[in-house]
């Protein structure tokens, strides 16, 4: 059974950092690209970045509001996914849901998401 | 960046009947391969994650009802819901992943009239 469990949301200042991790199970980790999605209270879904494969050289891509602030790692030895964040802003509080692409998309499932709420 | 536009944003239908929501992109996602479109349906319930309902425009995923249905190529798409049931009340959502970014509609929320 395919499973991704994030952690590490919380309550952060403005400016500050906060870690979220992504554990995943039932697939083959190493061969997929993960990404990581938000989505604010009540709105809609926001793709804020992915990494690609390590036969793919690790690649990273970002969307504009984060580029810069935030970073996508993984570890194929834990499967793991990592999503460094820092310079946190208030807009930056939302769900944040780790994904990943099984064959039918690049999004085709969702762990259940982390709750960060940047907030003074 | 690809911009999915969502109609309606929401609609309010009866137990049995059918629901359209309509999707249209500001360019094509149609692969390269000219084959298939890169675009993908999900459904949304209240404090659930997405969960993926059509993929490349009109397959249906494992489990999902086939009261769900996609349509369309190109630029512009369509959900349709038939014989809507109550346990079909979720926000839906269109998504492209043919280009960087991959991008999400706003959403149609559904509800029992």
């Known amino acids: 059974e395919v499973q991704l469990v994030e952690s590490g949301g919380g309550l952060v200042k403005p400016g500050g950092s906060l870690r979220l991790s992504c554990a995943a199970s039932?697939?083959?980790?190493?061969?997929?690209?993960m990404s990581w999605v938000r989505q604010g209270s009540g709105k809609g879904l926001e793709w804020i970045g992915r990494?690609?494969?390590?036969?793919?050289?690790?690649?990273?891509d970002y969307a504009a509001p984060v580029r810069g602030r935030f970073t996508i790692s993984r570890d194929d030895s834990e499967n793991r996914l990592y999503l460094q964040m820092n310079s946190l802003k208030i807009e930056d509080t939302a769900v944040y849901f780790c994904?990943?692409?099984?064959?039918?998309?690049?999004?085709?499932?969702w762990g259940q998401g982390t709750l960060v709420t940047v907030s003074s | 960046d690809i911009v999915l536009t969502q109609s309606p944003d929401s609609l309010a239908v009866s137990l049995g009947g059918r629901a359209t929501i309509n999707c249209k992109s500001s360019?094509?996602?149609?692969?390269?391969?000219?084959?298939?479109?890169?675009l993908n349906w999900f459904q949304q319930k209240a404090g659930q994650p997405p969960k993926l309902l059509i993929y490349?425009?009109?397959t249906r995923e494992s489990g999902v009802p086939d009261r769900f249905s996609g349509s369309g190529s190109g630029t512009d798409f369509t959900l349709t819901i038939d014989s809507l049931q109550a346990e079909d009340v979720a926000v839906y959502y269109c998504?492209?992943?043919?280009?960087?970014?991959?991008?999400f509609g706003q959403g149609t929320k559904v509800e029992i009239k």
């Open positions: 039932g697939f083959t980790f190493s061969e997929t690209w």
């Open positions: 994904v990943t692409g099984l064959g039918k998309g690049d999004l085709d499932f």
């Open positions: 360019q094509s996602v149609l692969h390269s391969s000219k084959t298939k479109d890169s």
């Open positions: 490349s425009a009109s």
């Open positions: 990494i690609k494969r390590k036969v793919d050289g690790e690649l990273t």
């Open positions: 998504h492209q992943y043919d280009n960087t970014p991959p991008t």
